[in-house]
């Protein structure tokens, strides 16, 4: 710029004076830490400057400035941060991007479902993909480590977490159900001494299910017979004394969560 200055009797004087441009406040990116798991919202971004002066940094496009230079609780996606001096100058940093992982999943290629009254069932998973590897597993909440076969399991409803190395999580519901077969209950037996039929048979119940019980009771509800496991069947007596023909009242309960049994089982003379 030059810069002419006159006096009264139009003598002059010039001067040439050079305006230099300041660039506005300047701030890298120092660290990016993503975000731990799909669809949190635990991102930051931290920049660093060589400035002495105090600066002033927005993520919303001015809306609003802090003068800390790290932003947290960010969910992924890319920003544009703008940074502000004392003189109002600005810069911004564009297009900043935070990452998150892919979603946790996991398949089961298949269930071997237990023997009645055994824990010989089993749960393959097939893929585990997503989040951050490794992945640990568990069953029921006691931790199994990098697995991906589940063995010596027994009936019933099952709960599988795969949790990947910044502790997400993914959960499947699963159930085993054994295949009871039929047990042949006779509804009546003869305790008269002849040798046969004398007590009552149920064939098949302590082999598969040890941990039976058995209940049998009058037509006043009045239990007559109790017995844990069925190694002595019963033989038509209460406290040894000799119970009347009619017909009782039987509740078997099988201890596999399944329901109990029930029916009647008549006494014949």
Known sequence: HTLIVN???????????????????????????DVTCAGNIDGTITLATTSSTPLDYSIDNGVSF????QFT????????????DQNSCSSTLADVEVSEPSDLQVQVESLSHPDPGQTNGSILLSQIQGGIGPYNVSLNGQALGQVTLIENLPSGDHTVVIEDSNLCQVAIDLRLESEFPLLDVPNGFTPNGDGQNDTWEIPDLNQLYPDNEVLVFNRWGQLVFNSTGYSNPWNGTRQGTELPTTTYYYVIKLSDGTSPLQGTVTIIR
């Open 7 to 33: 006096d009264i009797n139009n003598c002059a004087i010039s001067i040439t004076i050079q305006v230099d441009n300041i660039s506005g406040p300047q701030a890298t990116i120092d660290v990016i830490t």
């Open 66 to 69: 802090q003068s800390s230079n």
């Open 73 to 84: 609780g960010l969910a992924a996606g890319n920003y544009d941060i703008l940074i502000r």
